[in-house]
């Protein structure tokens, strides 16, 4: 009996190596990209979806957040930025909005308007604004933010926390900057990567909580165990006859 279950335990602890997909084997070097900026500001991007609201004038307005019925990403009234970084403003026409934060959009906007409009109040928000979380996490999920400075603790939270399998270790964060995607590893379970660090999200970011290693180890395991009760208790049955 006793052979049968060492027989197990061997083929369980080597059907163990498997691989962590969401683990880089190598560490990256770019968490200067990753600290809090008191500077950051949005930049616009393709195929960001945008609304504009001219306060009392709603055959200005896309999507008005002035408005009784005002609309917003989810039933469609917005502005979709194109391949070339441009949108159609009603009555400006055609303008490039490709890397431009949000307040000098409005300021361009506001003193083009001023050709018709006495003062005219704009405001300007993108819409699909959103921080990814995946992997061991309660509730993997993509976040729509409105803020430009995010922290990575406060999105964790937004989840539903850490899963018990989560690998504090080896968080992942990535970012695109342009044509390149900026990547770092954080240890959380190291307080300089907590505190001294201070990581940032923007809008765009992903972050992936990898899982322990052991996690497929206690998966087999639970199956495991009721399979050699299941021997045992045979045995003592044969035992008896």
């Known amino acids: 009996m006793k052979n049968i279950i060492m027989i197990l335990w061997v083929i369980l602890l080597t ?5 962590n997909l969401l ?10 990209y990753f600290q809090y900026d008191a500077n950051y500001q949005y930049k616009i991007r393709k195929d960001d979806k945008i609304s504009i609201s001219v306060w009392g004038e709603d055959n200005l307005s896309v999507g008005s957040i002035y408005g009784i019925y005002n609309s917003n990403e989810v039933y469609g009234k917005w ?3 194109d391949t070339n970084g441009d949108i159609e ?10 890397n431009k934060t949000i307040p000098e959009l409005k300021q361009e906007i506001k003193q083009e308007l001023k050709q018709w409009l ?9 819409l699909n604004k959103e921080i990814t979380i995946l992997g061991e996490v309660r509730n993997p999920n993509t976040i729509q933010v409105d803020k430009d400075r995010n922290n990575l603790l406060e999105m964790i939270s937004k989840t ?30 190291n307080s300089v990567d907590i505190l001294n660090q201070n990581i940032q ?6 972050v992936i909580v990898p899982s322990k290693k052991n996690k497929e180890f206690d998966k087999r395991i639970a199956t495991i165990i009721p399979l050699t009760t299941t021997i045992s208790a045979a045995a003592i049955i044969m035992g008896l006859f």
């Open 201 to 206: 999200l923007h809008p765009g970011d992903i």
């Open 79 to 81: 502005l979709l930025v």
């Open 15 to 19: 059907s163990c190596k498997t691989q």
């Open 160 to 189: 539903g926390g850490f899963d018990f399998y989560a690998n504090l270790k080896a968080i992942k964060i990535l970012r695109q900057e342009g044509e390149n995607v900026k990547v770092t590893n954080l240890d959380l379970t």
């Open 118 to 126: 006495v003062n005219p109040v704009i405001d300007v928000k993108v």
């Open 89 to 98: 403003i009603p009555k400006i026409g055609t303008k490039n909005v490709l």
């Open 23 to 32: 683990v880089s084997k190598t560490e990256t070097n770019d968490k200067q």
